[in-house]
């Protein structure tokens, strides 16, 4: 992330009228939500474009880590409800029905099925749709000032983009039913305190922490981590004896990488590993 000055260190998105913006820097992608003067909510173009842009990085074997972040004060709050109540007034239901299966359905899956780690730089208010992207991220780190609120029930909305599968899994059936029944924003202690933020960091560092974190991803095992993340998520659907049988598959998928001879010539030599994500 290359960075100009702000409370958050955000405002550094390329200065063009694209509300996703993608850079890559060393193996990193790092996708801005940048609709600022909306708190980065999702209009209809905005969510085509989050889900051409996670099609392109998947594809891109040069990136080994994708960063989401926003621009601004905001991650994100999650659809944009200007363009929401637009379609309501004029009765386009189907159309604005739709926007889940054809926008945020996708995009949760295309994160989903990242064979890259993809990590959430929270750098402010993550709410309803925003909130849901962040938690399908392997790890957020959450600067101090930013927070995450379940506003779907506040407008009278079930909840979408994944969060009832994520979120119970973070933070437990208990908390997650309270927190989508009482929606309120939720600061990045509180988060931290109940396993939705990995790491709360300081305004003035996050740019720095995010833009390290993300470096040592990138230069990580690529093959292994794409292997571990889908562990993880097989197991949430899976009983033990299916999930050891994937084990045992991803585990055979990684023992004929390169990263993993190399790591493991170098422990004999000791020396560290350099992985090259082959
Ligand atoms: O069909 C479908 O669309 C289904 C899909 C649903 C997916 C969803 O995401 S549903 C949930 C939608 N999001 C929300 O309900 C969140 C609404 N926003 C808020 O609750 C609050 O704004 C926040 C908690 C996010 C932040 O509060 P605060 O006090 O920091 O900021 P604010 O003053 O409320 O908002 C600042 C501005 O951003 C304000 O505009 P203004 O008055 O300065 O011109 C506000 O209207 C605007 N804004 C905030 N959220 C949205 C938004 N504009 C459009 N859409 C938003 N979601």
């Not at 100009?4 to 996703?20: H, I, K, L, Y």
């Not at 004029?90 to 890259?116: C, F, S």
């Not at 959430?120 to 993550?126: D, L, M, R, T, Y």
């Amino acid at each position: 992330m290359q960075v100009m000055e702000s409370t958050t260190g955000n405002d550094a998105a390329p200065a063009t009228s694209d509300p996703v913006q993608v850079e890559r820097d060393a193996g990193v992608a790092t996708v801005w939500l940048d609709r600022p003067e909306a708190l980065n909510a999702f209009t209809t173009e905005m969510k085509q474009r989050l889900l051409a842009v996670l099609e392109q990085v998947a594809a891109d074997d040069t990136v080994r880590c994708v960063v989401l972040t926003g621009t601004g004060r905001a991650f994100s709050a999650g659809q944009d409800l200007t363009e929401h109540a637009s379609k309501l007034a004029e009765g386009d239901l189907e159309a604005l029905w739709n926007t889940v299966p054809q926008h945020y359905n996708p995009i949760a899956l295309a994160i989903h099925r990242m064979t890259k780690p993809v990590l959430a730089a929270v750098n402010g208010i993550a709410a309803g749709a925003g909130a849901s992207i962040a938690f399908l991220a392997d790890y957020r780190i959450v600067s101090a000032s930013a927070g995450f609120n379940l506003a779907f029930g506040k407008i009278g909305l079930s909840c979408d983009t994944g969060c009832s599968y994520t979120l119970p899994r973070l933070v437990g059936y208990t908390r997650a039913m309270d927190l989508l029944l009482n929606p309120r924003t939720v600061g990045s202690e509180e988060a931290l305190a109940l396993g939705i933020a990995s790491e709360v960091v300081a305004d003035d560092e996050f740019a720095d922490r995010v833009r390290a974190y993300a470096a040592g991803l990138a230069a990580g095992p690529t093959r292994a981590y794409a292997a571990l993340r889908r562990c993880v998520g097989y197991a949430a659907g899976h009983n033990l004896e299916e999930t050891l049988e994937f084990e045992a598959a991803m585990m055979k998928e990684t023992g004929s990488s390169a990263d993993h001879q190399n790591a493991v010539q170098a422990f004999r030599a000791k020396q560290h590993p350099t992985f090259t994500g082959e």
